[in-house]
Nanobody
């Protein structure tokens, strides 16, 4: 069982930056691929970014490429999402997710992830 706790959300203006953090419980964090997802009101959940167990492989949705960076610190059981050049359309609840995997590349689909955090709200004002 893995428990995930996100933090770092908030209200920023267009063009601003935020850094989300997700701390995982347990001793085997390095065995899990990690992903960030988001869901805006009235919209389906979408994948934002994902990172492999060793951070050797990453995935980004086209909408955030060049603006967001996912990283992880296995010694701290933490995955991060650095968000720059934020736009109003980035407004959503952001969720951290984990899945145990032996695959080299992290899965990008939410259905591949077994464990989810409670979410943190990100609001970008225009």
């Amino acid at each position: 069982q893995v428990q995930l706790v996100e933090s770092g959300g908030g209200l920023v203006h267009t063009g601003g930056s935020l850094k989300l953090s997700c701390v995982a419980s347990g001793r085997t964090f390095s065995s899990y691929a990690m992903g960030w997802f988001r869901q805006a009101p009235g919209k389906e959940r979408e994948s934002v970014a994902a990172i492999s167990r060793s951070a050797g492989s990453t995935f980004y949705a086209d909408s955030v490429k060049g603006r967001f960076t996912i990283s992880r610190d296995n010694a701290k059981n933490t995955v991060y999402l650095h968000m720059n050049s934020l736009k109003p359309e980035d407004t959503a609840v952001y969720y951290c997710a984990a899945t145990w995997t032996t695959m080299q590349n992290p899965p990008s689909r939410g259905t591949s992830y077994a464990y989810w955090g409670q979410g943190t709200q990100v609001t970008v004002s225009s």
